[in-house]
């Protein structure tokens, strides 16, 4: 079954190993990390349905422990309606009632393990003797991926990156003394021996192993569960290929390497009770513990009961009478911020700082999917979406062209001293002289990290720059080169990319004198995570480029005459600013323009500064509360957790995410979400074709569950889907970190990012997205795409749809069926 010797045979022993490598999602290196969904590949089944399957096969939990709900139950915020609701809800929920549900909550143990019902051969072998096998197959898979994967973190290059995946790690294995050491006699010539075609290496294991097929998905969930944070760099390299248009394997070819562990324990090691051992435990690969599902099925009516009360009182506060309509708000100001929950604390305090400021949200790359090459940089990095890939590349530049050759030439010297610098202080023999009579350098630095005088590294595109080049930065939007290196983005397109965020964001008229287009980033020092604080929507870096490009962009008369050709009039007295928004410190700065302000806008820019520093202090000012700051000046206290080099909670990031409004802004602007909601202007009459509202739902709407669910499976399981402690974290490879000294790498989010230490920062809540437009509209853009589809007819995305008097009129009920609430 399971022999290589036709293309047949391969595409079948594919599909075997699929089973296993669909359910690893992607993940992206620390440099741009972004949010991703863990439950990716199980979004074909049913909220319920993954989470006793990912309990089963890797024993990962889907809730909390029940005291959390108890406690909402106690405090009101979850009643007995509620869970009245999700019994009716849940199809099995059916078979409890209201009472014993109650009862269960209150005698049943407070947390019993999720125990995973399948076991690896390396975790049977583990109990035999004593021996962790699991936990050294670890180590060494990983230890040896570090190397391979390693983004020049390292100085000495021992993995053979020029060979292929499998050839690599094969090269390694047989050199490799400590699995002989640990008691694996002969593992390097059984290694030496295998096939070099990763395949047919798996398909003898898979015969070794004798799992049958039926049990095939679960083990090898299993295994891949091990060791999902390198199995999740590898799909991250299939995802990137695919989005290129060409194939990869490479989760596939690490499932391989992982199954030929297993078989060489199971030929290699000297236990005569292991086949038994290992017989015995294939019999309970599709045997789930009856006990743990019963307590799996308690703790999913619990999660859906709290998930229906939060719906309730997101519902009742879009309900909420707004104030009576008093002089219409002239939009002298129009701020565009990204549909970040950051976002909307800072635009609420900004539209109350100012009678004539206006906020609009849109995702925060602003419909320009470019990517930018700072200055004197080799690379150009992409700034949108992963679910995109960038349209044009574009390059920094300075206004002057002296001033510029200057600065390269500063940048590139300063690359040659740090990487001179680094060989020196991590070199085999010159580490000690740095640490003895050079390391005492570092003492003034150590001085400065430790009383929070650090400079944050909030915009290391000006790195090297002066102040007066650094205000003079602007982006080179001329088409140049050829081939894969050209760059800039011709006129034609220009015009088609400025029509196509104007449309998106339901911007075409009622322009202001000043558009602010504000991308956001964060200032933190000593973060590894840094990245994941940034604009998710710019691929984990800050806004700053997108926003540039598309003032740049709309400022451009020759772009205007030919929006005004689409229909598009931009008044010659609108001035279109970029602006970067630091989440960590509530400030905002505005880029200036090419050629200086103009004298005619003087006043407005005056009158907008200083509206956007009572908006920062209103922030800060809400901010500090959540932060439990309550003495001292909280404004600095805030400003100076950015430069303390100690602090693991700079900020908390987009914790609490559990909405998307999708809908015009005067739904929302009299009410406080809290900092809980992801805002999307849209006004369905200006989209006629409602292609829109089809971009709305298949990307923005995916990526805020994505992060909406990283969030949740973070909280809810943090052994298994969360990054750990990280005072604990050691960077490896320039793509991750390993909590402590070894094991795999660590995905999702630090403990620290959800939890302050006595309660949730981020409680587990599903998505709920409102949108403004017609439910036929709208199911007939789920019938069209299968994946958002199956998010919300299984549950991972619950749906509403906003009626044109701003209420909440009907639920999705699936199958692109709606019920009326």
């Given at each position: 079954?399971?022999?290589?010797?036709?293309?047949?045979?391969?595409?079948?022993?594919?599909?075997?190993?699929?089973?296993?490598?669909?359910?690893?999602?992607?993940?992206?290196?620390?440099?741009?990390?972004?949010?991703?969904?863990?439950?990716?590949?199980?979004?074909?089944?049913?909220?319920?349905?993954?989470?006793?399957?990912?309990?089963?096969?890797?024993?990962?939990?889907?809730?909390?422990?029940?005291?959390?709900?108890?406690?909402?139950?106690?405090?009101?915020?979850?009643?007995?309606?509620?869970?009245?609701?999700?019994?009716?809800?849940?199809?099995?929920?059916?078979?409890?009632?209201?009472?014993?549900?109650?009862?269960?909550?209150?005698?049943?143990?407070?947390?019993?393990?999720?125990?995973?019902?399948?076991?690896?051969?390396?975790?049977?072998?583990?109990?035999?003797?004593?021996?962790?096998?699991?936990?050294?197959?670890?180590?060494?898979?990983?230890?040896?991926?570090?190397?391979?994967?390693?983004?020049?973190?390292?100085?000495?290059?021992?993995?053979?990156?020029?060979?292929?995946?499998?050839?690599?790690?094969?090269?390694?294995?047989?050199?490799?003394?400590?699995?002989?050491?640990?008691?694996?006699?002969?593992?390097?010539?059984?290694?030496?021996?295998?096939?070099?075609?990763?395949?047919?290496?798996?398909?003898?294991?898979?015969?070794?192993?004798?799992?049958?097929?039926?049990?095939?998905?679960?083990?090898?969930?299993?295994?891949?569960?091990?060791?999902?944070?390198?199995?999740?760099?590898?799909?991250?390299?299939?995802?990137?290929?695919?989005?290129?248009?060409?194939?990869?394997?490479?989760?596939?070819?690490?499932?391989?390497?992982?199954?030929?562990?297993?078989?060489?324990?199971?030929?290699?090691?000297?236990?005569?009770?292991?086949?038994?051992?290992?017989?015995?435990?294939?019999?309970?690969?599709?045997?789930?513990?009856?006990?743990?599902?019963?307590?799996?099925?308690?703790?999913?009516?619990?999660?859906?009961?709290?998930?229906?009360?939060?719906?309730?009182?997101?519902?009742?506060?879009?309900?909420?009478?707004?104030?009576?309509?008093?002089?219409?708000?002239?939009?002298?100001?129009?701020?565009?911020?990204?549909?970040?929950?950051?976002?909307?604390?800072?635009?609420?305090?900004?539209?109350?700082?100012?009678?004539?400021?206006?906020?609009?949200?849109?995702?925060?790359?602003?419909?320009?999917?470019?990517?930018?090459?700072?200055?004197?940089?080799?690379?150009?990095?992409?700034?949108?979406?992963?679910?995109?890939?960038?349209?044009?590349?574009?390059?920094?530049?300075?206004?002057?062209?002296?001033?510029?050759?200057?600065?390269?030439?500063?940048?590139?010297?300063?690359?040659?001293?740090?990487?001179?610098?680094?060989?020196?202080?991590?070199?085999?023999?010159?580490?000690?002289?740095?640490?003895?009579?050079?390391?005492?350098?570092?003492?003034?630095?150590?001085?400065?990290?430790?009383?929070?005088?650090?400079?944050?590294?909030?915009?290391?595109?000006?790195?090297?720059?002066?102040?007066?080049?650094?205000?003079?930065?602007?982006?080179?939007?001329?088409?140049?080169?050829?081939?894969?290196?050209?760059?800039?983005?011709?006129?034609?397109?220009?015009?088609?990319?400025?029509?196509?965020?104007?449309?998106?964001?339901?911007?075409?008229?009622?322009?202001?004198?000043?558009?602010?287009?504000?991308?956001?980033?964060?200032?933190?020092?000593?973060?590894?995570?840094?990245?994941?604080?940034?604009?998710?929507?710019?691929?984990?870096?800050?806004?700053?480029?997108?926003?540039?490009?598309?003032?740049?962009?709309?400022?451009?008369?020759?772009?205007?005459?030919?929006?005004?050709q689409q229909g598009i009039h931009l008044p010659d007295a609108t001035l279109f600013v970029a602006a970067l928004h630091d989440t960590t410190t509530d400030r905002v700065s505005l880029f200036t323009p090419a050629g200086g302000w103009p004298q005619s806008h003087t006043e407005d820019i005056r009158e907008l500064r200083a509206a956007l520093e009572r908006a920062g202090e209103a922030s800060r000012a809400e901010r500090a509360l959540r932060m439990d700051l309550q003495q001292g000046n909280l404004h600095k206290r805030i400003l100076q957790r950015s430069r303390d080099w100690s602090q693991v909670r700079p900020e908390w990031g987009l914790a609490g995410c559990s909405a998307f409004v999708v809908a015009p802004r005067e739904r929302t602007a009299h009410l406080d979400l809290e900092g809980k909601a992801f805002l999307h202007n849209y006004t369905w009459q200006q989209d006629p074709d409602f292609k829109i509202l089809e971009l709305i739902m298949t990307a923005p709407m995916v990526v805020t569950s994505w992060i909406n669910l990283q969030y949740y499976a973070s909280t809810v399981d943090p052994r298994t889907w969360g990054a750990g402690n990280k005072t604990l974290h050691n960077v490896v490879a320039g793509l991750g970190v390993l909590?402590?000294?070894?094991?795999?790498?660590?995905?999702?989010?630090?403990?620290?990012?959800?939890?302050?230490?006595?309660?949730?920062?981020?409680?587990?809540?599903?998505?709920?997205?409102?949108?403004?437009?017609?439910?036929?509209?709208?199911?007939?853009?789920?019938?069209?795409?299968?994946?958002?589809?199956?998010?919300?007819?299984?549950?991972?995305?619950?749906?509403?749809?906003?009626?044109?008097?701003?209420?909440?009129?009907?639920?999705?009920?699936?199958?692109?069926?709606?019920?009326?609430?």
């Amino acid at each position: 079954m399971h022999h290589v010797k036709t293309q047949k045979d391969a595409a079948a022993l594919r599909a075997t190993l699929s089973k296993g490598t669909e359910k690893i999602a992607p993940l992206w290196a620390l440099e741009h990390f972004v949010a991703v969904n863990p439950y990716m590949g199980l979004a074909a089944r049913s909220f319920a349905d993954a989470a006793a399957f990912m309990q089963h096969s890797a024993g990962a939990r889907a809730t909390l422990p029940l005291t959390f709900y108890r406690e909402a139950l106690e405090a009101g915020r979850l009643t007995r309606e509620d869970l009245a609701r999700a019994l009716e809800r849940l199809p099995k929920g059916r078979a409890l009632d209201l009472d014993t549900l109650l009862e269960a909550l209150y005698t049943e143990a407070e947390e019993t393990p999720a125990l995973a019902g399948v076991q690896t051969l390396a975790q049977v072998a583990g109990g035999l003797e004593g021996k962790q096998w699991a936990r050294f197959m670890v180590d060494r898979v990983s230890f040896w991926a570090g190397a391979y994967y390693d983004k020049n973190q390292a100085l000495w290059n021992t993995a053979g990156k020029g060979a292929t995946l499998f050839e690599a790690w094969k090269k390694e294995a047989e050199v490799d003394y400590s699995p002989e050491a640990m008691g694996l006699k002969g593992f390097r010539n059984f290694v030496k021996h295998l096939p070099s075609d990763p395949l047919e290496a798996a398909a003898l294991a898979l015969e070794a192993l004798e799992v049958p097929e039926a049990q095939e998905e679960a083990y090898l969930t299993a295994l891949l569960m091990q060791l999902k944070g390198w199995a999740g760099i590898a799909a991250r390299q299939d995802w990137d290929a695919g989005l290129a248009g060409s194939e990869s394997h490479m989760a596939e070819t690490f499932l391989c390497i992982l199954l030929v562990w297993e078989m060489a324990l199971k030929e290699l090691l000297p236990y005569p009770e292991l086949e038994y051992a290992w017989h015995q435990a294939r019999k309970a690969f599709d045997q789930p513990d009856s006990g743990a599902a019963q307590r799996l099925h308690l703790e999913l009516v619990l999660q859906e009961a709290f998930d229906l009360a939060s719906q309730r009182q997101l519902i009742q506060k879009l309900h909420a009478p707004a104030p009576e309509p008093g002089e219409t708000r002239k939009g002298r100001f129009q701020v565009i911020c990204c549909i970040d929950v950051r976002s909307e604390v800072f635009r609420r305090n900004l539209e109350a700082a100012h009678p004539e400021a206006e906020t609009l949200g849109f995702a925060g790359f602003f419909a320009f999917p470019v990517a930018f090459k700072p200055l004197a940089h080799t690379e150009a990095a992409a700034q949108c979406p992963v679910l995109l890939t960038p349209s044009h590349t574009v390059h920094e530049a300075l206004e002057d062209e002296g001033s510029e050759q200057r600065a390269i030439g500063r940048r590139r010297l300063m690359e040659h001293v740090t990487k001179a610098w680094k060989s020196f202080k991590l070199g085999a023999i010159t580490c000690f002289g740095f640490v003895g009579p050079v390391g005492l350098a570092y003492l003034p630095k150590l001085f400065t990290d430790t009383f929070g005088l650090t400079r944050p590294v909030a915009h290391p595109d000006q790195a090297g720059l002066t102040s007066a080049q650094s205000r003079s930065r602007t982006i080179n939007l001329d088409a140049t080169g050829r081939g894969p290196d050209t760059s800039g983005i011709s006129l034609e397109d220009r015009i088609a990319m400025a029509a196509g965020a104007l449309r998106a964001m339901s911007l075409t008229e009622g322009f202001g004198r000043v558009v602010v287009i504000a991308g956001h980033g964060a200032s933190t020092v000593n973060n590894p995570h840094a990245t994941g604080l940034d604009c998710g929507a710019c691929g984990g870096h800050t806004g700053e480029a997108n926003a540039r490009v598309a003032a740049q962009v709309l400022n451009q008369p020759e772009v205007r005459q030919g929006l005004q050709q689409q229909g598009i009039h931009l008044p010659d007295a609108t001035l279109f600013v970029a602006a970067l928004h630091d989440t960590t410190t509530d400030r905002v700065s505005l880029f200036t323009p090419a050629g200086g302000w103009p004298q005619s806008h003087t006043e407005d820019i005056r009158e907008l500064r200083a509206a956007l520093e009572r908006a920062g202090e209103a922030s800060r000012a809400e901010r500090a509360l959540r932060m439990d700051l309550q003495q001292g000046n909280l404004h600095k206290r805030i400003l100076q957790r950015s430069r303390d080099w100690s602090q693991v909670r700079p900020e908390w990031g987009l914790a609490g995410c559990s909405a998307f409004v999708v809908a015009p802004r005067e739904r929302t602007a009299h009410l406080d979400l809290e900092g809980k909601a992801f805002l999307h202007n849209y006004t369905w009459q200006q989209d006629p074709d409602f292609k829109i509202l089809e971009l709305i739902m298949t990307a923005p709407m995916v990526v805020t569950s994505w992060i909406n669910l990283q969030y949740y499976a973070s909280t809810v399981d943090p052994r298994t889907w969360g990054a750990g402690n990280k005072t604990l974290h050691n960077v490896v490879a320039g793509l991750g970190v390993l909590e402590g000294y070894g094991g795999d790498l660590r995905v999702g989010l630090p403990w620290q990012s959800v939890h302050d230490g006595q309660r949730f920062q981020h409680e587990p809540r599903r998505l709920s997205v409102v949108i403004e437009a017609p439910v036929d509209q709208m199911s007939r853009i789920l019938g069209m795409h299968q994946g958002i589809r199956q998010l919300c007819d299984n549950g991972w995305i619950f749906l509403y749809a906003m009626d044109g008097e701003g209420r909440v009129a009907y639920r999705y009920a699936g199958h692109l069926e709606w019920e009326k609430i």
